[in-house]
């Protein structure tokens, strides 16, 4: 049976989740995922390439029609995470250098994507500005809360909270202290910071 997964005008990261989504629903089998950009198109391709599933795209009509092919189970690569302690460190509410508006886009997008991603983090601590994050209004609070819902510790620094004057806003995560948010980043097999 070969399904298609329509991802036409969805922006990033939506094709890559709905593809990654239909094929861990099944053990093997086909799709075809049709985008309508280079950049979806690359992605899909290289989700496809780095789960072990074959992909061959036809390009027709502007439109780029990805068939992939499952063949294997993902069992191993699952369990060689499932003991490790990861940790992220969220300290902006903008993801990297350069336009802040851009930036706001780029971090709703990477806590969406992390929040759809087999692998989430054990911890994720807030300090800085990273706190309005947590707080009323914020545009990532569904994603936060399905981390939550799915099992992560999510921590918000209380001194930050006050500096920016939000602690009666906080919407997702208990409050906490820099000595705990040390002690979690010190007992990390991996961290990664924002």
């Known amino acids: 049976?070969?399904?298609?997964?329509?991802?036409?005008?969805?922006?990033?990261?939506?094709?890559?989740?709905?593809?990654?989504?239909?094929?861990?629903?099944?053990?093997?089998?086909?799709?075809?995922?049709?985008?309508?950009?280079?950049?979806?198109?690359?992605?899909?391709?290289?989700?496809?390439?780095?789960?072990?599933?074959?992909?061959?795209?036809?390009?027709?009509?502007?439109?780029?029609f990805i068939k992939i092919t499952k063949e294997k189970s993902e069992v191993a690569s699952e369990k060689?995470?499932?003991?490790?302690?990861?940790?992220?460190?969220?300290?902006?509410?903008?993801?990297?250098?350069g336009d802040d508006e851009l930036g706001a886009i780029l971090m709703k997008s990477y806590i969406f994507a992390l929040s759809e991603a087999d692998v989430i983090p054990n911890d994720i601590l807030f300090i800085n500005g990273g706190v309005k994050l947590t707080a009323e209004g914020s545009p990532v609070l569904d994603s936060l809360e399905k981390?939550?819902?799915?099992?992560?510790?999510?921590?918000?620094?209380?001194?930050?909270?006050?500096?920016?004057?939000?602690?009666?806003?906080?919407?997702?995560?208990?409050i906490s202290n820099m000595y705990t948010i040390v002690q979690l980043m010190n007992s990390a097999d991996k961290t990664i910071k924002l």
């Open 147 to 174: 981390l939550v819902s799915r099992g992560a510790n999510m921590l918000v620094c209380g001194v930050c909270l006050d500096f920016y004057n939000i602690k009666d806003k906080l919407s997702v995560g208990e």
């Open 1 to 64: 049976m070969n399904n298609i997964i329509d991802c036409k005008g969805l922006l990033c990261p939506i094709p890559v989740v709905k593809t990654k989504k239909y094929f861990d629903s099944i053990q093997s089998g086909e799709g075809t995922v049709i985008v309508d950009n280079l950049v979806a198109k690359n992605n899909i391709v290289k989700l496809a390439g780095s789960s072990g599933y074959k992909s061959i795209v036809e390009e027709k009509e502007e439109l780029y």
């Open 80 to 97: 060689a995470n499932e003991n490790k302690k990861f940790t992220l460190v969220v300290s902006t509410d903008k993801l990297g250098l």
